[in-house]
């Protein structure tokens, strides 16, 4: 399975992707998703799934079943953007509560043995040298805490230069 998660509207959404092939798991802003209050309910209370139930409660089961994960994004000082973000905390429960070293960094245990490939496309018009090395760095540690077996990154400075772009980088 194929998941894309995005800000887009839904008119930017039909731009970058006017045929999608296949039956890809979309997730976007309907403006119902909570912030996660880290009180770790999907790792003790119900193990795998977000105690809030507010259609992203089982962003780790949607994980635990992807091929490719694509994230497009607004860059924001290097980093996603608040609803993105929101999503991937939210996705917490892919993981287990144990750590384990990979290369001198602490990383958490996956809860399952798929990984997936993670492809992240960040765009705005004034991204600078340094917030893409942020970006990229975030996104490399990010590929390691969620197991993908490869990772890459790709900057574009309007959504227009996204269309025809997302997947083939």
């Given at each position: 399975?194929?998941?894309i998660?995005?800000?887009?509207?839904?008119?930017?959404?039909?731009?970058?992707?006017?045929?999608?092939?296949?039956d890809?798991?979309i997730?976007?802003?309907?403006?119902?998703?909570?912030?996660?209050?880290g009180?770790?309910?999907?790792?003790?209370?119900?193990?795998?799934?977000?105690?809030?139930?507010?259609?992203?409660?089982?962003?780790?089961?949607?994980?635990?079943?992807?091929?490719?994960?694509?994230?497009?994004?607004?860059?924001?000082?290097?980093?996603?953007?608040?609803?993105?973000?929101?999503?991937?905390?939210?996705?917490i429960?892919?993981?287990?509560?144990?750590f384990?070293?990979?290369?001198?960094?602490?990383?958490?245990?996956?809860?399952?043995?798929?990984?997936?490939?993670?492809?992240?496309?960040?765009?705005?018009?004034?991204i600078?040298?340094?917030?893409?090395?942020t970006?990229?760095?975030m996104?490399?540690?990010?590929?390691?805490?969620?197991?993908?077996?490869k990772?890459?990154?790709?900057?574009?400075?309007?959504?227009?230069?996204?269309?025809?772009?997302?997947?083939k980088?």
């Open positions: 399975m194929n998941v998660i995005h800000d887009l509207t839904d008119l930017q959404f039909q731009q970058i992707f006017p045929q999608i092939i296949g890809p798991r997730v976007s802003n309907k403006g119902s998703i909570r912030n996660c209050i009180c770790f309910g999907c790792w003790i209370k119900t193990p795998g799934q977000c105690v809030m139930k507010d259609g992203y409660e089982n962003m780790g089961s949607i994980l635990s079943q992807a091929d490719t994960v694509t994230i497009i994004s607004k860059c924001y000082y290097g980093g996603y953007s608040p609803f993105v973000k929101n999503v991937l905390d939210r996705s429960p892919f993981l287990l509560p144990f384990k070293m990979i290369d001198n960094e602490t990383h958490h245990k996956p809860r399952y043995k798929k990984s997936f490939q993670l492809s992240v496309y960040f765009y705005g018009e004034y600078t040298p340094s917030e893409k090395d970006a990229e760095n996104v490399s540690r990010n590929s390691i805490n969620f197991n993908a077996s990772h890459n990154v790709a900057f574009f400075n309007s959504i227009e230069q996204l269309c025809g772009k997302v997947g980088q």
